[in-house]
């Protein structure tokens, strides 16, 4: 028989807060074609960034699509559920993070201005770069999601030592960051189904609990042949702790809940904005909640609080930019 023991110690635990993973995204096409040059001047690679099509992403996750189909499969897919041209549709180089994550990164140069034979030499390393991205956003180092990466032009060098992966690997990366800072990007959030049973008479008492959590209802009606009444809510992750004392509180124990993950969605405001004041112990407005969570999520991780922007970007491309405006 197993005989229970109980362990006395004067070991103190630490308990750490409740962590949220967040993902990295993008709005809007990159505002300028982005280049980065290798550490030794003989290559360039040219990228920009723009959102994935509504529902691409989640076709990826599901197995809708692979990567190991043919061009001629591929493009078939993308042409008939996407819309795409059968040039874009064809030349899809890679899923990342992984072989099913949620972004794409296409091969989107001229074969008039570029050499193909040669591109295809720094495909892998392309691909690796555009990986490293997707896996470490340069907002604060979550996973990127819903972006669609194009490899837009290339100059490299004539021999081969001079394009090797040490040289292309870290490059592809810097314009793929490059690219993403500059096609206004977003913070995503988990979003939570919550499914809640309660007595018709405390279901006024719970829209204020959830509210005051960000969260909203999308759904209410009474459970046939029962005294109850059912909602269907969406509650961010990030404030779903603590929800179910909340609700047992405020209906004198008589509701119950189920929480599952349904979605992404893009918090609110600008993660960049250095404008925003964040005050410590006071719950940050939903204008500043980007902002809120890239800080706290960089200073969990060691991290400086802001993002080194102008790290990503070749002097050149900073040049560029300041002539602009941007």
Request: glycine residues 6%; contains cysteine.
């Amino acid at each position: 028989a197993l005989t229970p023991r109980l362990f006395v110690t004067t070991s103190q635990v630490k308990v750490a807060d409740p962590v949220v993973s967040f993902r990295e995204t993008v709005i809007e096409t990159s505002s300028l074609k982005c280049f980065a040059e290798t550490p030794n001047k003989h290559n360039r690679l040219t990228m920009i960034a723009e959102p994935l099509d509504n529902g691409l992403a989640e076709d990826i996750e599901l197995g809708e699509v692979d990567i190991a189909w043919s061009k001629k499969k591929m493009g078939g897919f993308f042409q008939e559920k996407y819309d795409w041209d059968l040039l874009a549709a064809r030349s899809v180089w890679a899923f990342g993070p992984e072989i099913s994550g949620p972004n794409v990164l296409l091969d989107d140069t001229l074969a008039s201005e570029v050499d193909k034979s040669l591109l295809n030499t720094v495909k892998e390393s392309t691909i690796q770069g555009f990986q490293w991205c997707c896996r470490e956003g340069p907002l604060c180092e979550e996973p990127v999601r819903g972006v669609k990466f194009k490899l837009l032009d290339v100059s490299l060098a004539s021999e081969p030592i001079h394009r090797g992966g040490g040289q292309i690997i870290p490059t592809a990366r810097r314009a793929a960051y490059s690219s993403l800072l500059l096609a206004t990007p977003r913070l995503m959030e988990p979003i939570y189904s919550v499914q809640i049973q309660a007595p018709a008479d405390v279901v006024g008492e719970l829209y204020p609990v959830l509210a005051r959590r960000r969260g909203h209802v999308v759904r209410d009606q009474p459970k046939p042949g029962a005294p109850f009444y059912t909602m269907e809510a969406f509650l961010p992750a990030m404030d779903s702790f603590g929800f179910e004392t909340d609700l047992r509180s405020f209906s004198q124990g008589q509701a119950m809940c189920y929480s599952s993950f349904s979605h992404w969605a893009v918090v609110p405001g600008d993660p960049l904005d250095r404008n925003i004041t964040l005050h410590p112990l006071e719950p940050s407005p939903p204008p500043h909640l980007a902002r809120d969570f890239m800080v706290k999520t960089r200073r969990r991780k060691g991290l400086t609080e802001d993002v080194a922007v102008n790290s990503y970007f070749d002097a050149a491309l900073i040049q560029q930019l300041a002539a602009q405006g941007l």
